[in-house]
Each structure stands twice: as structure tokens, then as C-alpha cells.
């Protein structure tokens, strides 16, 4: 198919799902020299029934076979587990929340296999990814958008990506909506379709989060405490826990008095605080109880696309993905560190969890966030 656009080598991360597939199809459709590469990320348990790496595989290399394209399978599970999982553990081990797959976009997709890719002569690799590449000809910087489908945008886990990582990356499934992916997937008989989207990362697949965190970090027990400093529960270990978090708390229908906003005598508890010398974990009666709600947070190990931070003033923020822009001032930015403040509260602001602001469309960077406070 001629669509004037110059053919290229382009590389294709092919996970076994249909956004990847689709993206494979897409560019060869363009008249591109497409190959596809499977990554293989996880090797400690990819037999058991959590991590779906193996049938995953089977998937990419029948998609390959009915495009008509070349699979290679790459094993990156070395960097991975150095670069990205050693960093989940520290950060749980700390107290903190992360969120390996901002991680793993900057170090495995688009780093370890943008470099094999580069090695196998590739002019650009590709992504199933919901985000857009713009070059901006006044700047000559190029910019990372929103993907057109506002329900699965991920430029929120791309945020760390580089000038020289985005020019070298296209996002074809980016300028279309998720329905229009599968209806695509399905005329042209795409074997996978169907198959229902990917729910996380390999490692910890389906399976119950706490026991996974188990086989790797300690419990260690400690007090449950409300905001009056009753002590009203036991903890397994701070690590396994997280701000806003409701279920699983071991404290079910515990009642207190003097209802307020949210709250009340059967409201639910959400963890609030973690006080990891004293190693407490406290909670909190109703969504909306004040310890829950920040003005403001700080953040750290900054990322800014363009290779430098925005001038402070008026942006928008997310500070967890599936969450709507909320305003924000950016400000105090110095070194790899800024703080930002909304006019409207943000509900369990998360040490660990990622800032990433945006002007619009254009997702401009973010951090890590340490707190509500300066660090």
C-alpha cells in the first residue's frame, strides 16, 4: 500500500496483546519493513499460572505469522531484575509505592530494546502504546501527546521518556480509539482479537499482591492507630501497604462516634499515614477526612521531556493514572526537584507515585513524589 510515506526499518515490540499487534499491521500496511520482537522481562516463577509470559508468546509469534512479519524472542529479564525490580523492592522495603512500569518504559522498552533494536538496524521502533510523537518545528523539540483515546491514555507512564528516546519512537494505535484497535484486529483476523487487556506487570500477574511482596520483604507487625492515637488493630508490615488503601485492613466494622463529612459510624477506614521508625500504621474514618486530602506535594527525581523543566506557573497534574488533570501551580522547582499546589485538595497523594504534569495535550515530565512536605 502506498500512503507517501518513506519505508523505514521499524522494529515492533510485540507483546502477545492487540494494541501490539494492530501497531505491527499498521506499519506494514505503511509500507514499512516491519520486525517484531518479543520481550521476555520475568524468568523466576513465567511457568506458573500468574505470569502468562509463555502464552503470551505463542500469541506475538501467530499475530507475526498472519501479518506475514519476522519474531525474534529477546530475553531482558537480567535488566529487568537489576534495573527495574531491584528499584521495586528498595521503594516497598522504604515505606513507598512505585510504580515499576514508568520504570520499565524508561529502562527495558525503551532503552535495553530500543539499543537491540538500533543494533539490528532499525530507523525507528514501535509501541502499542495510546500516546502521540509531535516534532514542534519552532522549537525543534519533540513532544509527547495524550493518545487520542481519552480512556487509555499512557503518556503518564512514558513521562520519563528523552528527546533522543522520542525521536526514535513511533505510537501508530495513538491516534485512534481503543473500539477502532479491535475492529481492525478483527477484520483483518487477527488471532488475538479478543484477548482482554493486560491487568499489570508479568511478576505479579493476577495473583494476591501481599503474598508476592511476601516471598521478598519481611513482615514485620506493628500497631494500627486511628487519628485519635487509639491503638484499634495489627499490621503485617508497612510495606504491604499503601495511602488510600481500604480493603484489607483487619479492622472491618469497628465503630466510632461523632459523625463528619464522609464519615460517620460504619464509614469505611483508609490507611492515612505511615510512620515507618515508629513503625505504625495509622487510619482514618471516611474518604474525605482531612489527613487524606493535600494542598500541595513535593517531588524528586524530575524528568522534564524537553530536556528541562517547565517555567513555574499554571499546568495540570495527575498524580495516580486513571485520574482526571487536576490544576496545579508548578513551582519551586530547583535541581531535580519541584513542588506543585492545587487549588483543589488531592486525595491520598502517595510517596513513590509519579507527578506528571501537563500543558494540554503535551505531557511535559514529572517525579517521584516524596510527600507533602519538602524532603
Known amino acids: ?75 531482558f529479564a537480567a535488566d529487568y531484575r537489576d534495573r527495574v525490580f531491584a528499584d521495586f523492592l528498595r521503594e516497598y522495603s522504604a515505606g513507598r509505592t512505585p510504580n515499576p512500569d514508568i520504570l520499565c518504559n524508561a529502562e527495558i522498552k525503551f532503552k535495553a530494546f530500543l539499543d537491540h533494536a538500533m543494533r539490528l538496524g532499525a530507523d525507528k521502533i514501535a509501541t502499542g502504546h ?67 487487556d493486560s491487568t ?29 492515637g487509639q491503638t484499634i488493630g495489627q499490621h503485617v508490615g508497612l510495606s504491604f501497604y499503601t495511602l488510600g488503601q481500604r480493603q484489607g485492613l483487619g479492622i472491618g466494622g469497628l465503630k466510632t462516634k461523632g459523625a463528619q463529612r464522609g464519615g460517620g459510624d460504619h464509614a469505611p477506614w483508609f490507611v492515612a499515614r505511615k510512620d515507618m521508625a515508629a513503625n505504625t500504621l495509622w487510619v482514618v474514618q471516611g474518604h474525605d477526612h482531612p489527613w487524606l486530602l493535600s494542598p500541595t506535594l513535593h517531588a524528586g527525581q524530575a524528568s522534564w521531556i524537553a530536556g528541562s523543566a517547565p517555567p513555574p506557573g499554571a499546568l495540570a497534574a495527575k498524580t495516580r493514572y486513571r485520574q482526571a488533570d487536576a ?7 530547583m535541581d531535580d526537584r519541584f513542588a506543585l499546589a492545587f487549588p483543589q485538595a488531592q486525595w491520598a497523594v502517595t510517596p513513590g507515585q509519579s507527578a506528571v504534569l501537563y500543558d494540554g495535550e503535551v505531557c511535559l515530565g514529572g517525579g517521584i513524589i516524596t510527600g507533602t512536605v519538602p524532603a
Not at 528527546?163 to 480509539?177: D, I, K, M
Not at 506487570?201 to 501481599?210: M, S, T, Y
Open 1 to 75: 500500500m502506498s500512503t507517501g510515506i518513506q519505508a523505514q526499518r521499524v522494529v515492533v515490540g510485540l507483546s502477545g496483546g492487540v494494541d501490539s499487534a494492530v501497531t505491527a499491521w499498521l506499519l506494514k500496511q505503511q509500507g514499512h519493513e516491519v520486525l517484531g520482537i518479543f520481550m521476555k522481562n520475568w524468568e523466576d516463577d513465567d511457568d506458573s499460572e500468574f505470569c502468562s509470559s509463555n502464552e503470551d508468546f505463542v500469541d506475538a509469534a501467530a499475530v507475526a505469522d498472519v501479518i506475514g512479519i519476522e519474531i525474534e524472542h529477546v530475553n
Open 130 to 196: 495510546y500516546a502521540r510523537v509531535r516534532h514542534n518545528p519552532t522549537s525543534g523539540l519533540h513532544e509527547l501527546l495524550k493518545g487520542l483515546d481519552p480512556s487509555k491514555d499512557q503518556s503518564y507512564f512514558l513521562h520519563r521518556l528523552t528527546q533522543a528516546q522520542l525521536a526514535n519512537t513511533l505510537f501508530p494505535v495513538g491516534e485512534l480509539l481503543k473500539t477502532e484497535v479491535r475492529r481492525i484486529a478483527l477484520e483483518i483476523g487477527l488471532p488475538n482479537a479478543k484477548k482482554k
Open 200 to 228: 499489570g506487570i508479568c511478576f505479579i500477574g493476577e495473583r494476591p499482591f501481599r503474598d508476592f511482596l511476601n516471598r521478598y520483604i519481611a513482615k514485620e507487625p506493628g500497631p494500627i492507630k486511628n487519628d485519635k
Open 327 to 333: 490544576p496545579c501551580t508548578l513551582a519551586g522547582v
